[in-house]
């Protein structure tokens, strides 16, 4: 909740918002611009095991199931995921 005592953003979270803003993104990755085409670190970049998005994977296998002649206009499907009920929710 927003009151008048406390603004939303303080000094320093603007700034860095400004700074980012200013920055130009890598219309491929989405990072700045200026660490990811810095030729400088053309060999310095790893990549982490990925983490699977269980989410996805479930909406991804659904998708598969259907098809153009199931379902004319496919591409108009809207799709969603719910959790179902009796999943266990830490954290
Ligand atoms: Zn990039």
New binding site residues.
Partial sequence: MTTMDEPEWDQETRDLALAHAQVD???????P?Y???DPELQDSWRVPAPTRCHRSTALLQAQLKVTEKTNPQVGALLWSTVLADDAVRRG
């Fill in positions: 993104l890598c219309p491929s990755c989405g990072g611009a660490l990811c085409q």
